[in-house]
């Protein structure tokens, strides 16, 4: 099979990127934009369109030299960076915006052309004139690529010729008053940039042609610059020269002033011909190599993925990009087709930036071989979403919308490619800040409790109520880390590390984190879990599981107890009722008393957790405080409720006294929260040898009323002062 034959980086980059650049703007608007908006508006307006020109050639270039560059040019860069979603959503949009400039640069052709001949001026002219002028250019891309590519260097002789007859000609209306700014009855001037911008978009013909280069990573930056400094050379020479030649009201009513004035006409109108026709053909070459890109990367149809002959030439997308220009030809106005693409390349050049500025920062892999400064991204990123902004707010939310239904369908297609994209290193630059920030104040004892919570929620088919309630309790912030606990005895072979994440639609809906491992032993697994899990600064702070029955009686039970406690998590344990389970989710009872300084806080703050989620928005929370002591209700109450408000939950408050009856704490429980559908209880500090007897009693008071979650505070909770019998 034959080699596919790559070119350089002066017949594959420079020379279209700069046949492009030097095109019908050039030759049929610039003198117009002149004469609307002055020669220092001009000058304003050429600069701030090669601000955002130059850099988005220095973000690309930059790119281009750290990845291997494919076919489909600043498509490829984006998709492979940025990820599919992103980069087909604006290689379509860019994609877009190369056939309609097809279709502007042959309407400038049609306009000289028939202008020249005496063929007629009106839109169905113009019309027919483009339309038979795209037949023939997309008849010689079909022929040959490399045909293509020899006629530019002819075309760039021609244009050469023309600029110095232009700037050796002379002009019968030189102005009498040199004009600097936009006067009145003159376009505004962000009509004026719209119309002048898609001058400065032909560096991207170079880029499209990625995959026929032999050193894309050296060509691409060398070519695009280059071609980009010289174009905003011959732009600001031309432009002063046109401005003190010509009368400012000839420049916005003559578009061939040019020929009139230039040393030998017919160069210039070889020039403007040339130009015209090699912009189109520059296009007509990049565009459906961008098309082929995306249709083999599954973004659009596979048809057009298709190529013929040895090159791989995209015939079916040359089609599809005939078919578009045909479309802008028949609009057949030249300013309105340019505005129309400005907005195109203006969106697609601000995702080229982004991607580089995210990459730079985010990506420790990037290493491009042409450095350049992070900021000059951000920079041309400000710039063009600054210039649609100002040209056309509409058109801008519209580009805006079109590139989010795009990214939206492409995300639920699910294309992925086998790279990593750029997305996940700015994830991971952020995660990696931001521990290092919460790591820096691991310290602040007044910050408040964010739950981090290692779930054990088993395998019964009630585990979907622990998961529900355990991410209800975590808050909106809160992380859960689920662990699966296989019991396999004598089996020293633990699973891969990628195969202990688990991927399950259910933990996926409630935003938990699971994963399984082997364990020789449920409780030494879950105490070596509490001892390893988690990294600084964000070491979970809670352990969540569900109530043990049967277990008062188990020694690695109690041991997995007492270490849990050393090590200072907060424990939740819930009893969940398999018959009325969490009920209409109305009520939640907390249940306070002296022992429990720090169960309160804690408890407290999970009723926020609680009261937030949908599900128990509209829930009735009471506070529960058992008076033993027979100390003045009043003062509980005012005392319970200053606590209560400092935490911003709204509950009610229920003193009940006890100091005569002396009835058990568990019996009182039983009879107000029967029927409630969350009951709070703390667990009280007490010797690991008494365990047994307090599982014995929790079990009997689960037996009478319904579901409950147990709860022991760590020591970072603040003591809340429940012993009110010394205030008296």
Known sequence: ????????????????????ILGVIMYMRLGWVVGNAGLIGAIIIIIVAHVIAVTTGLSISSVASDKKIGAGGIYYVLSRSMGIPIGGSIGIALYIGTALSIALYLVGFAESFNGFFGLGMTINDIRITGSIALIMLTALALISTSVA??????????????????????????????????????????????????????????????????????????????????????????????????????????????MKMALFAPAVVAGIWGA??????????????????????????KLFGKGKGENDEPVNALFMVFVIAEAGILIGELDVI?????????????????SYFLE?????????????????????????????????????????????????????????LQSNDVWRSVWENVVNKGLKKINANADDENSNWNPNIILFSGQSKHQAYL?????????????????????????????????????DDT??????????IKVDNIYKGITNIATTFGFSGVEPNTIMMGWPKGLENSKEYSQMTETLLLLDYNLLYLDFDKKMKFGNYNSVDLWWRETDSKNAEMMLNIARFIIASPKWHQTKI???????????????????????????????????????????????????????????????????????????????????????????????????????????
């Open 1 to 20: 099979m034959a080699e596919k034959k790559k070119y350089r980086t002066f017949e594959g980059v420079f020379t279209p990127s700069l046949l492009t």
């Open 149 to 258: 590519l020899k006629a530019q260097f002819v075309i760039l002789t021609a244009i050469a010729i023309s600029l110095i007859s232009i700037f050796l000609g002379t002009s019968e209306h030189a102005p009498q008053t040199l004009r600097l700014f936009s006067h009145e009855g003159s376009v505004s001037l962000e009509v004026v940039f719209a119309v002048f911008f898609p001058a400065v978009t032909g560096f991207t013909a170079g880029i499209a042609m990625s995959g026929d280069l032999k050193n894309p990573k050296k060509s691409i930056p060398l070519g695009t610059l280059s071609a980009i400094g010289i174009g905003l050379i011959v732009y600001l020479s031309l432009a002063i020269f046109i401005a003190f030649s010509v009368d400012s009201e000839v420049l916005k009513t003559d578009y061939n002033f040019l």
């Open 276 to 301: 015209t026709l090699s912009s189109a053909l520059g296009g007509i070459l990049g565009g459906p190599r961008i098309l082929q890109a995306m249709s083999i990367d599954k973004v659009t149809p």
């Open 338 to 354: 340019a505005r129309v693409v400005s907005m195109f390349y203006l969106t697609a050049y601000g995702f080229i930036n982004i």
């Open 360 to 416: 730079s920062w985010a990506n420790p892999d990037f290493q491009p071989s042409f450095k350049i400064k992070r900021w000059i991204g951000l920079l041309g990123f400000i710039a063009c979403f600054a210039v649609m902004f100002k040209l056309d707010m509409m058109a801008m939310i519209a580009a805006f919308a079109i590139v989010g239904l795009l990214y939206f369908a492409l995300q639920r297609k699910e294309v992925k």
């Open 467 to 503: 998961l529900e309630l355990c991410k209800t309790v975590s808050g909106r912030t809160g992380i859960v880390t689920n662990f699966k606990l296989i019991v396999e005895k004598g089996n020293y072979k633990p699973f891969k590390r990628t195969e202990q994440i688990v991927r």
């Open 507 to 516: 933990f996926s809906e409630l935003g938990i984190f699971a994963r399984q």
């Open 622 to 728: 009471r506070v529960l405080f058992v008076n033993n002591n027979n100390v003045d209700a009043e003062i509980i109450y005012t005392k319970i409720y200053e606590l209560v408000e400092n935490l911003r939950v709204i509950v009610e408050i229920k003193i009940i006294n006890n100091a005569v009856e002396q009835e058990p704490f568990y019996n009182i429980i039983k009879q107000y929260s029967a029927t409630t559908d969350l009951t709070l209880i703390g667990i009280p500090n007490y010797k690991i040898e008494k365990q047994a007897e307090f599982v014995i009693k929790t079990n009997d008071l689960f037996e009478t009323i319904g579901s409950t979650l147990l709860v022991k505070a760590a020591n970072n909770f603040n003591v809340l002062d429940l012993n009110f019998a010394k205030d008296e």
